[in-house]
């Protein structure tokens, strides 16, 4: 069963910052974070993955808080491309069972 | 593209069949993933191969089996197709766990009727 728990949908307005909230309240120490996007019914794409630094890529930043109970992916400037479905998954290097959710449906209004 | 390769893309059968999905990972990366993902609904984690060898199952079920061969490719078999095994099943490979990002394929829409 999925171990985070994410809101069903958010809208954001294109060129905004979309910050998108995660918890995983029970996360294990040797846990990752890690983020997928799922455009309509295409696979699922890789976004970025933490462990308790927060992380930048050039796609998103991901913050983690200190305590690792919860995060937020960053998305600098949406847009209409980024409308999509976003998964907060959390899993070990060492385990394999990747839950992935009902994740945030993320709208990018013109 | 991800570089993971799914056959066929859509695929119609009747009930009671038995269906091959095909799955060609990036090259070099040794796992493999297979998910289900019925309307509306999110993926479901089926089965992980390493390098051959099973590593971990979720929720599979029985009529429902996979294999991956030397060459890395790798097949999900589907016997005894019910209605709701109408579904996106997905297959995804990493160079080894999770640890690292994991690519998906396209996808292999079955549709059950």
């Known amino acids: 069963d999925a171990k985070t728990t994410q809101p069903p949908s958010m809208d954001c307005a294109e060129g905004r910052a979309a910050n998108l909230p995660c918890n995983h309240s029970?996360?294990?120490?040797?846990?990752?974070v890690y983020w997928y996007r799922q455009i309509h019914s295409q696979g699922p794409q890789y976004i970025i993955h933490?462990?308790?630094n927060n992380e930048t890529n050039e796609m998103a930043s991901l913050i983690i808080t200190e305590d690792r109970k919860s995060s937020t992916l960053i998305l600098p400037h949406a847009t209409l491309r980024d409308t999509a479905v976003y998964y907060c998954?959390?899993?070990?290097?060492?385990?394999?069972?990747?839950?992935f959710g009902t994740g945030t449906s993320l709208t990018v209004i013109p | 593209d991800s570089g993971v390769t799914q056959t066929p893309k859509h695929l119609i059968t009747a009930t009671g069949q038995r269906v091959t999905l095909r799955c060609s990972p990036r090259?070099?990366?040794?796992?493999v993933y297979w998910y289900q993902q019925s309307l509306d609904q999110g993926l479901q984690f089926l089965i992980q191969?390493?390098?051959?060898?099973?590593?971990a199952k979720g929720n599979i079920l029985e009529r429902f089996s996979a294999q991956q061969f030397p060459d890395l490719h790798s097949e999900l078999n589907l016997s005894s197709l019910e209605l709701g095994d109408s579904a996106l099943y997905f297959c995804?490979?990493?160079?080894?766990?999770?640890?690292?990002?994991?690519?998906f394929g396209q996808g292999t829409r079955l549709t059950v009727v």
């Open positions: 995804a490979s990493s160079a080894q766990g999770f640890s690292a990002e994991a690519f």
């Open positions: 029970t996360i294990s120490g040797n846990e990752y």
């Open positions: 933490g462990l308790k």
């Open positions: 998954i959390v899993g070990s290097n060492t385990g394999n069972q990747f839950y």
């Open positions: 090259s070099g990366d040794l796992s």
């Open positions: 191969y390493y390098n051959g060898e099973e590593r």
